[in-house]
């Protein structure tokens, strides 16, 4: 494996949540008697693959301060921004004075607490020589429609889609340029689409099913369901 003093995560955790209907962003809703972005971050950490891991936060968030996670020495905050890729850029250049142009980075939902140790490591040792870099994703079982409004155009090939998942996984230069050059660009959902938009052609890695995205209020027990089946 990579040396691990070259290895960076960036969360970007300034999201508000709104489909989850709740009270609080979903990064701070309760799972298994912690919120679900101290599993998050608590599940990177102990992989034990990283320099450090950058989170970037609301500057108007007051439950970050609240978790003990966040004084964690390996843990820097950085300010989040209106979009994804404004938050991560921020998490890029709070480790600028650290992280090199070449020392990959890993970028991960803070909404995915079901990440294992194990699809980290396979997504590190399987592109570490890749000069691009690349991103956990599913196969596709479902069959998949391509509609307008509740009108159903016809039915996409399913052996050509993925799902995208995190960690993306990336070289900080590279990541940072493709960021920086795709500033309010609507079509940039992901890291790998910014690096796409260069040209580029990440690679796929498959992970595991049960690394969910905290989206809806019946996601919550399921994940609740896959952290007690992984323990």
């Known amino acids: 494996m990579t040396n691990t003093r070259s290895i960076w995560a960036v969360v970007p955790a300034a999201g508000v949540g709104k489909r989850m209907q709740a009270d609080r962003p979903k ?22 693959v990283f320099a450090a891991v950058s989170v970037a936060i609301s500057v108007e968030d007051p439950y970050w301060p609240e978790l003990t996670i966040s004084q964690d020495s390996r843990v820097f905050t950085a300010p989040g921004g209106k979009e994804r890729a ?9 480790i600028e004075d650290r992280a090199r142009e070449n020392h990959w980075v890993l970028v991960h939902d803070a909404a995915r607490p079901c990440i ?3 699809d980290i490591r396979l997504l590190i040792d399987t592109l570490q020589n890749d000069e691009v870099g690349g991103i956990l994703a599913l196969s596709s079982h479902d069959t998949l429609k391509n509609v307008d409004g509740d009108s159903i155009l ?16 990336f070289r900080y230069g590279r990541l940072k340029q493709a960021l920086e050059a795709s500033v309010g660009n609507p079509a940039v959902t992901d890291e790998a689409s910014a690096l796409e938009l260069l040209g580029l052609q990440p690679k ?26 992984q323990q």
């Open 154 to 169: 016809g039915t996409l090939d399913r052996t050509h889609i993925w799902r995208a998942l995190t960690p993306q996984m």
């Open 86 to 94: 404004d938050s991560v850029l921020s998490a890029l250049r709070a």
């Open 27 to 48: 990064q701070y809703l309760p799972l298994l008697g912690k919120t679900v972005l101290e599993h998050t971050l608590t599940r990177l950490l102990q992989a034990d």
């Open 116 to 118: 294992t140790a194990a």
């Open 204 to 229: 796929i890695v498959e992970g595991r099913s049960d690394n969910i995205k905290i989206t809806r209020p019946e996601d919550l027990p399921l994940a609740q369901f896959y952290l007690e089946q």
